[in-house]
């Protein structure tokens, strides 16, 4: 038993010496193309990625293609260094198909939102900072990846959204500020002018409310118990509630040391005396 061991020893052994006397050079030439081509990968990933920053392209996008190169050229070596050793690559070839399309069935879901994300990379409807809302969900943008997209909310709750439901979704893109509303009544005897230019006053005199687009103040609608005044203005999207808080305070107080009477809900009742005395 121990002779037969030693015999299949030496059967190895023989065929690894011939190998090695058959390709010495050939597995020589093999490791410098592929020491090469890993030193090439490297340096045209690095000429890539300057490349697209030179030319401002999104950060996401410059990494994933510079990436991409580089496993491509890598892929190729190693498959020029096999058959330089006399290894057949095209079963790995064929492999390697095979495994692609598995792969691509059971990730469908995952590359599909890959490829809305480099739709958004590259079409650019919003970039980080803009205020967007698709599907009833709306934020600011904290980062664009390739398979998903990061809001944030005024109540600083981060919203993960895969890319897949964004792209061919109706998109609405208020860049970085929103619309915040606001109304409050005044009796009708008051003078409307004089509590819209109150309004206005306190809208110009708060550092977050946007000058451009303009606040927009006026008679809103004519109510039972007092004519309503809104007011809309916008301001940054991560600070809607603190600067609502803010202008609605300062507009009640406005209207108060103004003497402007503020009604609350109340109903007229009418007596006849003559259905009394029947």
Known sequence: MISSEIEQFEKYYTMLTEYMVTYSMQIVGAIFIVLIGLWIAQKLAKFVAALMTR????????????????????????????????????????????????????????????????????????????????????????????????????????????????????LHNSFSYSLVKGEIDIAYSACSDNAISLIEDVLKAHELVAQNPLSQVGIERFADSGVTI????????????????????????????????IPFPQRVITINKADLES
């Open 55 to 170: 030319h401002n392209v999104d950060i996401t996008l410059t990494n994933f293609v510079s990436s991409v190169v580089k496993v491509l050229l890598i892929v190729m070596v190693i498959i020029i260094a096999l058959g330089k050793i006399g290894i057949s690559v095209t079963p790995f070839v064929a492999a390697i198909g095979a495994a692609s399309l598995g792969a691509g069935l059971a990730l469908q879901g995952m590359l599909s939102n890959y490829g809305a994300g480099l739709a958004i990379i590259a079409t650019r409807p919003f970039v980080v900072g803009d205020t967007i809302e698709v599907k009833n969900v709306s934020g600011q943008v904290k980062t664009i990846e390739l398979g998903y997209t990061i809001l944030i909310n005024e109540e600083k709750v981060e919203i993960t959204i895969p890319n897949k439901h964004i792209v061919g979704e109706i």
């Open 230 to 261: 809104s007011y809309r203005y916008w301001v940054p999207t991560t600070k809607i509630i603190e600067t609502k808080l803010a202008i609605n305070g300062g507009v009640y107080k406005a209207i108060n040391n103004a003497d402007i009477e």
